[in-house]
């Protein structure tokens, strides 16, 4: 196909060019009703682009194909048979594929490691969960994919199990063997569903990690957003072979998906397809290039250590890295990763991505630059120069990875949806959830609806608060109470 078009960025400009004058939505009518103030900070093509999917970029009956057309290129440009666009962020896509493989009560083998969305997915679908345990490094207290031989094991205790999920890459760069859990599935004709949220840009350079479409997976769920060009909430799903048909994927997303999408949205996901089909085999050389001199440059910063593939990559851990995620023990400076990101952001005006007990993380990307590069090793220098008064004492404990394991007693819809009651985080252990509890970022819940909780993972949960972690999602965010199921 001939990448060179962007068939939502050509129909915006015919659709200004033809003079519209729309009587319908959005009500701002191209701006004009738009409050000055806003249009100053947007700018004026934020608006005059907001248009409707159809009666607006296509015509009522979508007769033209604009969007169509979008999602055969962006197909086209990643080597899948199928894409869709989705403007609620992998979170709605990730759903939609596990409504497509699971109904109510059947299983699903999902890495423990999954995202919140995935949880929300259970909740709002009633599958049933088997977990299967990530590949937990006990030093880093870090965990990576789970492995094949993990999903063979589950498969051969469950194989009424209509298929698999797995995150990879996870926030941390860390990938799974992608290859080989599609093989394993399909041996089954089970279909791998793969969240690839952070691996957007893997198909437009040969030194990245393999995607999943590559490696055989059935579906995988990207965020443009996160790796690529994409506006925020811009998503793509991709479909391979037969085991999920077209029509029931569709439909899933369409159960789930909004019916006023953003044609801004779209429009940057068409965008970035084309840069990356015509440019991204440059515009990655550049990147890596980059990474690997960041990489160098923090690992010379006393205090720092970068997070390379010889500890990341070994028998037992990940199958791959992402180099792009620069991942950074700061553990010998004293000082927790939360504490020192918003020291950065408040210091430096440098914001970081995942930060944990230990660690904190930049995110490179094709739109980085000898500049930024600069100004976050300027950022990180001047933090380990102030660590000795950044130390607040505060410590995390962290349990052994079999304590962070907790037990699967209730559906996790049954436990959200059924009878519940607050009560004192003293009071929780040997209680059953009924509200996630995720450490964010990266959106990993600790605990989720039907697991049982214990000492252990209150105690990290509740350590980690006073230490500046946030858990968005918790009813009570300080963690003095929690929301369980009612005995009564």
């Known amino acids: 196909m001939d990448q060179s078009h962007a068939p939502v960025l050509e129909a915006l400009v015919a659709y200004a060019r033809s003079g519209q004058t729309p009587f319908t939505p959005p009500g701002h009518k191209q701006g004009r009703g738009a409050d000055p103030r806003a249009r100053a900070v947007l700018g004026d093509a934020v608006y005059t682009s907001d248009v409707l999917a159809t009666s607006g970029l296509d015509d009522r009956t979508s007769s033209h194909h604009v969007l169509e057309r979008a999602q055969e290129l962006m197909a086209d440009a990643g080597g899948a048979e199928h894409t869709f666009f989705s403007t609620c962020g992998s979170s709605l896509s990730v759903k939609a594929a596990m409504l497509a493989v699971a109904g109510p009560h059947e299983k699903l083998l999902l890495g423990r490691d999954a995202h919140k969305s995935v949880v929300s997915g259970l909740i709002l679908s009633g599958v049933r969960p088997i977990w299967v345990d990530p590949a937990w490094d006990p030093d880093l207290h870090l965990a990576h994919p789970p492995s094949p031989d993990a999903f063979e094991a589950a498969f051969a205790e469950h194989p009424d199990a209509r298929g698999a999920l797995v995150t990879s890459p996870t926030p941390y760069g860390t990938c799974a063997d992608l290859v080989a859990l599609a093989e394993l599935c399909h041996r089954r004709d089970r279909p791998l569903i793969v969240d690839e949220a952070w691996g957007a840009h893997l198909p437009f350079h040969p030194d990245l990690p393999t995607w999943a479409m590559d490696a055989g997976a059935d579906v995988c769920v990207t965020s443009v957003h996160k790796m690529g060009s994409g506006l925020e909430q811009s998503s793509v799903f991709h479909l391979q072979g037969d085991r999920i048909t077209v029509p029931m994927l569709a439909a899933?997303?369409?159960?789930?998906?909004?019916?006023?999408?953003?044609?801004?949205?779209?429009?940057?996901?068409?965008?970035?397809?084309?840069?990356?089909?015509?440019?991204?085999?440059?515009?990655?050389?550049?990147?890596?290039?980059?990474?690997?001199?960041?990489?160098?440059?923090?690992?010379?910063?006393?205090?720092?250590?970068?997070?390379?593939?010889?500890?990341?990559?070994?028998?037992?851990?990940?199958?791959?890295?992402?180099?792009?995620?620069?991942?950074?023990?700061?553990?010998?400076?004293?000082?927790?990763?939360?504490?020192?990101?918003?020291?950065?952001?408040?210091?430096?005006?440098?914001?970081?991505?995942?930060?944990?007990?230990?660690?904190?993380?930049?995110?490179?990307?094709?739109?980085?630059?000898?500049?930024?590069?600069?100004?976050?090793?300027?950022?990180?220098?001047?933090?380990?120069?102030?660590?000795?008064?950044?130390?607040?004492?505060?410590?995390?404990?962290?349990?052994?990875?079999?304590?962070?394991?907790?037990?699967?007693?209730?559906?996790?819809?049954?436990?959200?949806?059924?009878?519940?009651?607050?009560?004192?985080?003293?009071?929780?252990?040997?209680?059953?959830?009924?509200?996630?509890?995720?450490?964010?970022?990266?959106?990993?819940?600790?605990?989720?609806?039907?697991?049982?909780?214990d000492t252990a993972v209150l105690r990290y949960l509740r350590s980690g608060v006073e230490a500046g972690m946030v858990v968005p999602d918790a009813a009570d965010p300080e963690l003095a109470s929690v929301k369980v199921v009612s005995e009564s």
């Open 252 to 453: 899933c997303a369409d159960l789930l998906g909004t019916t006023s999408p953003s044609v801004l949205v779209y429009a940057a996901l068409d965008g970035w397809r084309r840069q990356m089909a015509e440019d991204g085999r440059r515009l990655y050389d550049a990147a890596l290039d980059l990474a690997g001199t960041v990489r160098d440059r923090v690992e010379e910063i006393d205090g720092m250590h970068v997070h390379g593939r010889d500890e990341f990559c070994a028998p037992g851990r990940a199958a791959d890295l992402d180099p792009l995620q620069v991942i950074i023990d700061i553990s010998a400076l004293g000082v927790t990763g939360y504490r020192a990101a918003d020291w950065l952001r408040e210091r430096h005006q440098v914001n970081l991505h995942v930060c944990d007990h230990r660690r904190i993380s930049a995110q490179l990307t094709h739109a980085d630059s000898p500049e930024t590069a600069d100004t976050l090793l300027s950022a990180l220098r001047d933090l380990a120069r102030n660590a000795p008064r950044l130390r607040t004492g505060a410590t995390v404990e962290v349990p052994d990875p079999p304590q962070l394991r907790l037990e699967q007693v209730a559906l996790p819809r049954d436990a959200f949806f059924g009878p519940t009651e607050q009560i004192p985080v003293a009071d929780a252990a040997g209680r059953v959830a009924a509200e996630m509890l995720t450490p964010y970022p990266p959106g990993i819940p600790a605990a989720l609806p039907g697991e049982r909780l």
